[in-house]
């Protein structure tokens, strides 16, 4: 999934495009903003569309702090 993502590990603020790229543990989320499609919308738009919140539930359970 791309986007705009932010974390901080270890004082460092680092940034990805790439929701895969971002490292298993980390100190803190800052920034979760994945690109939406542009209308009008697919099934499959749609289906990526509804995994947002569950990715970003899954970041914020792999902070350490």
């Given amino acids: 999934m791309k986007g705009e993502f932010k974390i901080?590990?270890?004082g460092n603020v680092i940034e990805?495009?790439?929701y895969n790229d971002i490292p298993t543990n980390f100190d803190n989320l800052i920034s979760?903003?994945?690109?939406w499609p542009e209308p009008p919308h697919t099934e499959e738009?749609?289906?990526?569309i509804e995994t947002y919140n569950t990715k970003l539930k899954e970041l914020m359970e792999r902070e350490k702090n």
Avoid: I, R
């Fill in 45 to 48: 738009d749609h289906a990526l």
């Fill in 32 to 35: 979760f903003k994945p690109y």
């Fill in 16 to 18: 990805y495009n790439d």
């Fill in 8 to 10: 901080l590990n270890n």
